[in-house]
């Protein structure tokens, strides 16, 4: 069974990053000013109740002095943001049961409990609400309400908190930004690395890793375009050796007596001579083409194409029209296009090529065919060099399994995306996307 992957946890690594790095610092942060509050808090309960001691233990000697007419006159004067005077006995309660009431009742102890008795309770339902209950040297009650109050907070604090949290996030995703524009360069740069081998040089500057990826990453172009180009070299030398042996084989079979060894032997040479062909034009495809992009108008290429196999008595028929230029390589299409189109009058009787316009920026080609189709399960192994679907090995039927290798190569080279899959009323498609106006590959 296989372990359940969380769909939120984004799958880029700059996202990852970006991610891991702002709630870190967030985390870290929200940390740092509980750990300052608690200290701040801390520090003003002690200074708040050294202070309450004081004013507390004078307030009642003031009101003790006083006589008692004058006693309900003073009481608002003495009164502070936190606590309050009442001539009234207090309310029941029960003991202290927290730290800061314990504190509480301790500081009215100490301020006034040398002099006077003194009970402390803490309100029933209100947490840390402490009053203190005493007699004054005339026997009148006197009641101390203490309410601790959180610490004030600016108004200001809030925007600067703010303005913190989107410094982290700004400065979070520079950093993370500048650690991996490399690695998306470097992804682009293989992306590009297509069959024409012209991806461009990554700069070899940056940190020391960035550069040393990108000096490795411009010398591995370096040997593969070297080993590719070796390679058509020495196909090519070698299809114009066998030139030459297969031209006096074949002046040689003239000659002969035997009409039908002659035929056979004709017959082998030909067939010789089309596998060296398409073996050399498969290893350009895989070198690249050296054709320029250019504008052309896809309409006329198609009605062109199309005329020349109708005009060798072939059943194919054009469909669709795009009615507007693109850009693209013409040599390539056009061969991609005979390739397809060779494929497909070989397995059916009637092919039809039909133009679509996606209006956005695609260009689709498809060539159609009323043959057997593929089996699902070889329709992306088709492209492979010298693969055929006939089992035969026939060539007269099956070919030598290079034309849509070399169909796929070239595709590939255009910017563009080439996909087979079987009609639902019989047949096989072959789809051809070509890239937009901007050379974009087309997903």
């Not at 002095?65 to 006159?73: C, G, K, T």
Request: proline share 5%; hydrophobic share 45%.
């Amino acid at each position: 069974m296989k372990p359940m992957k969380w769909s939120l946890w984004p799958r880029t690594l700059f996202m990852r990053l970006t991610l891991i790095l702002f709630v870190g610092l967030v985390v870290a942060h929200a940390f740092s000013f509980w750990v300052i509050m608690r200290e701040r808090t801390e520090a003003t309960t002690g200074l708040m109740l050294g202070y309450m001691e004081q004013d507390v233990a004078s307030s009642v000697a003031l009101l003790d002095r006083l006589p008692a007419s004058e006693r309900a006159a003073w009481l608002p004067r003495l009164e502070r943001r936190t606590y309050s005077f009442s001539l009234a006995p207090g309310m029941e309660g029960h003991a202290p049961d927290t730290k800061l009431s314990s504190m509480i009742a301790a500081s009215f102890v100490d301020a006034i409990g040398s002099h006077y008795p003194v009970t402390a309770n803490v309100v029933p339902g209100q947490k840390d609400r402490v009053q203190a209950q005493l007699e004054l040297s005339d026997g009148s009650p006197l009641t101390i309400d203490m309410r601790p109050a959180g610490l004030p907070m600016s108004g200001w604090l809030p925007v600067v908190l703010l303005l913190q949290l989107i410094l982290l996030a700004g400065f979070t995703w520079i950093g993370v930004r500048l650690a991996t524009r490399p690695l998306a360069q470097l992804a682009d740069a293989a992306d590009t690395l297509g069959p024409d081998l012209r991806a461009s040089r990554l700069a070899e500057d940056g940190p020391l890793e960035v550069a040393r990826a990108a000096k490795a990453f411009n010398a591995m172009q370096e040997r593969i375009a070297l080993y590719m180009t070796e390679r058509m070299q020495i196909l090519a030398a070698i299809s114009h050796d066998l030139q030459t042996p297969i031209t006096r084989m074949r002046m040689r079979a003239d000659m002969m007596d035997d009409s039908e060894q002659r035929k056979k032997l004709n017959h082998d040479l030909k067939e010789m001579e089309v596998l060296v062909r398409e073996g050399v034009a498969y290893a350009r495809t895989l070198h690249g083409t050296a054709e320029a992009p250019c504008t052309i108008d896809p309409d006329a290429l198609l009605d062109s194409l199309v005329f020349d196999y109708v005009d060798a008595g072939q059943q194919l028929s054009l469909s669709g029209k795009i009615g507007h230029p693109i850009v693209t390589r013409p040599n390539a299409l056009r061969r991609v296009l005979i390739n397809l189109i060779d494929n497909a009058l070989k397995f059916s009787t009637v092919v039809e090529v039909a133009l679509i316009d996606e209006h956005d920026g695609r260009t689709t080609i498809l060539v159609l065919d009323n043959g057997p189709g593929i089996p699902e399960d070889e329709l992306e192994t088709v492209f492979q060099p010298f693969y055929r679907v006939e089992t035969s090995r026939n060539r007269d039927t099956g070919g030598t399994g290079l034309g849509l290798a070399i169909a796929k190569q070239l595709t590939l080279a255009m910017n563009a995306t080439l996909t087979l899959q079987n009609r639902s009323s019989g047949g096989l498609e072959a789809r051809l996307t070509l890239a937009d106006i901007q050379g974009r590959v087309i997903p």
